[in-house]
Structure formats: structure tokens, C-alpha cells
């Protein structure tokens, strides 16, 4: 995931006491999430393209519970086209359709059997993480929820498709709190942890849309700081292992999930900038969720792109 010994990109200047970039953000990983429609491979083409160094994929419709199997030959293929491509992070994101937290006995051990299905596929593709949301509780209450989604985290870490790897991640994505989705705090997230048996190789996705949703101010280069120091007295930053950086079309604690184009929602560049830049996380993975579509413009990606790279190396005046 890209973690460690990673240059740190905001630096005091000595002379003149402004934050500039030091010149080391060629470990910057950042990518977007693309189709696989046309086959696995078709994604890295197109981080290629798109000169990114992450990238997040589904590995089927994420609508549809049936998976076709990856055929070995595809994965062997895939991990080739990978280890020759510029792709340093590589994220597979769960189906929509999975409810880890559900009350309804069918509909949770279905979730969790296609979990550890996610998660042998994303071992086939060589990925480094998996992200996946956790569902709602109904009517069954926090409490309950959280001990289903712990209950189905020990199940995955102590089976095979856990074990055959020892190296992949299983990232939790915060919510935007619509109805009685789970993961919408950071305290909510830290209570599911520690009632996992072995959190080792589990972290957190930080969906900025969904925080700011939330009710996590990501708007200034201060809220930036406040929200993150309390994403840390929650659950520690060394949790954070990836951002999904989406700005938000609905406002500040609004729980309305709304993805964004980079600078042009309610977080703004300014927000999306500090977190881009704030030290503690500069080294991870960030990843766009944002639209396809930007005013007409087909090549959407390409402009968030841009926007986030000049976001990223803006020197700030302190
Ligand atoms: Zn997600
Ligand atoms: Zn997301």
C-alpha cells in the first residue's frame, strides 16, 4: 500500500518558513477508479493513459451477486500486464450488494461468503487492498450491527482466502450515514476494529465525500487538521491506508452520498488541498470516485486529474 519510507511532500522551508513541495512527489500515488468492462486489463491500459500510479477496480458488476470465476490464465495475464505498468497500488472495491451488518440471517451469510469471494479474486489479480462498505443495521441497532460486521471480519481473517496471502489489506470505507449505514463515525469504525479478533491486516478507506457528508468539515486547511486529528484519536492515523478523495455536491453533514468533480463541490479546492498535502497521509494512496462526465467532457478523469496534481503542488503561503 505504499506506506512506508515514503518521502514526506510538505516541508518547512528553512529560509523562508513557507510549506513548499520538495521535489520527491514522484511517490505520489494517485489513480482513479475504472471500468474492467472489455476485460481486467483494459483498466491498467487506461491508468496508463491517464499516467496514474494507483488504480481501483471492481473485479465483476458490482450490482449483481454471481461472480464469474477468474480463469488463472486472466489473472496470470493481469499480474504480467501489472508488474510492467507504472500501477504501485492496486485496490479491489467490494459489489454494492453486500450487507455485513444485516439482521437477516440469508442475506448476511450470502454477504459474507461473497466477501471471502472478493477477496480471493483480489488475491488472484496480485492486489494490495480491498475496500469495501459494511452495510446497515435495519432496525437491529448500532450495537448489533457492529457485532455482525466483527463477527464477519473474524470469519474472513481466519480462512483460506485470508490466509493464502499474507500480505493483502481489507479496508473499511467510511460512510455518509444515510439511514442506518454502518461506518459513518470514526468512533463507530474504531468499536468494529477492536471487536475483531485479529485487525492486523485491516485499515481504513477514508471516502472524503462520505466524511464531509458525515459531518466531518474538510472545507479549510484547519477543519482538514481538526477532522484528521480526530480520525487519530479515534483510531489512530497509521489506520488511514488509502483516501478516496471525492468532493461532495451536498453540504456538510447533510448523509446524502454525492460524488463530485475535484474542486467543484462543497469541500472546494481548498479542502481538497489540504488533505492532498497534510504530512500524515501525503504518502498514501488517493484514489477518484469522481464523474465521468464533466460538463459534456467526456475525459473527466483526465481534468480531475490535473486538478488534483496542481492542487497537490501548490506552494502555500503560511
Ligand atoms: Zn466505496
Ligand atoms: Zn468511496
Known amino acids: 500500500m505504499g506506506r512506508a519510507n515514503h518521502a514526506v511532500v510538505a ?20 489513480g482513479c477508479h475504472l471500468s ?25 458488476s458490482p450490482s449483481v451477486w454471481r461472480m464469474k470465476p477468474i480463469e488463472p490464465e486472466t489473472a496470470r495475464r493481469f499480474r504480467g500486464r501489472r508488474a510492467e505498468s507504472p500501477i504501485d497500488s492496486l485496490v479491489v472495491h467490494t459489489m454494492y450488494l453486500l450487507n455485513l451488518a444485516t439482521p437477516d440471517d440469508a442475506l448476511y451469510q450470502r454477504s459474507v461468503d461473497a466477501l471471502l469471494d472478493e477477496v480471493h479474486r483480489a488475491v488472484q489479480l496480485g492486489a494490495d487492498a480491498v475496500v469495501t462498505h459494511l452495510g446497515a ?17 473474524d470469519h474472513l481473517t481466519a480462512s483460506d482466502a485470508w490466509t493464502e496471502t499474507d ?5 473499511l470505507e467510511n460512510t455518509a450515514g444515510a439511514g442506518t ?27 472524503t465525500c462520505h466524511a464531509f457528508a458525515a459531518g466531518y468539515d474538510l472545507g479549510t486547511t484547519c477543519a482538514v487538521a481538526e477532522t484528521l486529528d480526530a480520525f487519530d484519536r479515534a483510531l489512530g492515523l497509521d489506520r488511514l491506508e488509502m483516501i478516496h478523495l471525492n468532493d461532495s ?17 462543497e469541500i472546494g479546492e481548498a479542502g481538497i488541498a489540504a488533505v492532498l498535502r497534510h504530512p500524515r497521509i501525503a504518502d498514501r494512496p488517493f484514489v477518484l470516485e469522481t464523474p465521468k462526465t464533466l460538463d459534456g467532457h467526456p475525459d473527466a478523469d483526465r481534468i480531475n486529474l490535473a486538478a488534483v496534481r496542481a492542487l497537490r503542488a501548490k506552494e502555500e503561503a503560511q
Do not use: W, Y
Open 181 to 207: 449505514t454502518m461506518g459513518s463515525t470514526f468512533g463507530q469504525l474504531a468499536a468494529i476494529l477492536e471487536d475483531v479478533a485479529d485487525a492486523e491486516r485491516l485499515g481504513i478507506c477514508l471516502d
Open 167 to 171: 500480505d493483502l489489506r481489507l479496508l
Open 36 to 60: 474492467i468492462a472489455g476485460g481486467v486489463d483494459r483498466a491498467i491500459d487506461e491508468a496508463e493513459r491517464l499516467g496514474t500510479s494507483a488504480l481501483q477496480i471492481f473485479t465483476h
Open 137 to 153: 443495521h435495519k432496525d437491529a441497532g448500532e450495537e448489533a450491527g457492529i457485532e455482525r460486521i466483527a463477527a464477519a471480519l
Open 11 to 30: 516541508a518547512v522551508h528553512p529560509l523562508d518558513n513557507r510549506t513548499v513541495t520538495t521535489g520527491q512527489d514522484e511517490r505520489f500515488l494517485l
Open 249 to 265: 455536491l451536498t453540504s456538510l453533514g447533510s448523509h446524502r452520498d454525492r460524488h463530485a468533480h475535484i474542486g467543484r463541490g
